[in-house]
């Protein structure tokens, strides 16, 4: 089967010394797969997201969308079949709630019957009520927004969607709710979804896979299962303790605590 996405030997470099924020990436995504690409700042998590959708071009290698180089495709037409999802979501203050989500299947040329239908089905997904169709982003808190943001990337019904610390900015409880939510639409509507994430249990409890990069490569790519049994990298193994620390420090204070 043809992935959705796949890099071959993909090298990005920056300016005239040739920084190389990736350098030689091969990896495919399944479709209907979850991945999480986990690293330190500056590993070429972000660089990676943004050759999909055609935001950068690689110096070397290519990446395939659909099978299809994506060098070969109209940049904007192929980011109308990507949904994206970002830290900060980007909805455009002067519209409302409806406007922003329609936004896309608009520019597809999409009659305003569906688009309405399409609206309304897509904040039940999400669980925001109908009165929010007419509020304008300043009306709502940070998970409304992302809420509307997760819907907006999903409003022309696009095969993948592109998540650059979608819950990274979020209060805990808001945070743990929307990833869950997420999650649920991922199986729901048979999504291809690759995220970006600095949370380590995030990536655990809610990816297929993970890959792991460090210094513009994929040093280790694995279920969250076999890498926290056995990752063979030093820098992954340590990463994947994160997760189990975090929960054995939880075990004891709550023994502690008990009368």
């Known amino acids: 089967m043809t992935p959705a996405i796949a890099f071959d030997r993909v090298s990005k470099h920056y300016g005239e010394a ?10 495919a995504v399944a479709e209907r797969e979850f991945l999480a690409v986990v690293g330190p700042s500056g590993s070429g998590k972000t660089t990676l997201l943004r050759l999909v959708n055609r935001l950068t071009d690689p110096s070397e290698g290519k990446v395939r969308f659909q099978g299809e180089d994506v ?5 904007i037409l192929l980011r109308r079949r990507i949904g994206y999802v970002f830290q900060g979501v980007g909805l455009f203050p002067h519209l409302t709630v409806v406007e922003n989500i329609g936004i896309t299947p608009k520019l597809l040329g999409w009659e305003n019957s569906r688009i309405a239908a399409r609206v309304d089905e897509l904040l039940a997904l999400v669980h925001l009520a109908p009165e929010y169709r007419g509020r304008f982003p300043n009306e709502l808190s940070g998970g409304e927004r992302q809420r509307v943001g997760i819907a907006r990337a999903l409003a022309a019904q696009p095969p993948v969607v592109l998540m650059d610390e979608p819950f990274g900015a979020l209060d805990p409880l808001t945070r743990d709710a929307l990833s869950k939510d997420y999650r649920r639409l991922h199986e729901t509507l048979k999504l291809t979804s690759v995220m970006i994430t600095h949370d380590m249990t995030e990536a655990v409890l809610l990816a297929d896979r993970i890959a792991v990069m460090h210094a513009g490569r994929v040093i280790e790519i694995d279920t969250p299962r076999a890498l926290m049994a056995a990752a063979k990298h030093a820098y992954v193994r340590e990463l994947m ?12 204070l709550l023994s502690e605590r008990r009368p």
């Open 71 to 75: 060098r070969a495709q109209d940049p």
């Open 18 to 27: 040739r920084t190389a924020a990736l350098d030689d990436v091969t990896l």
């Open 241 to 252: 303790q994160t997760p189990r620390r975090q929960a054995e420090r939880l075990g004891a």
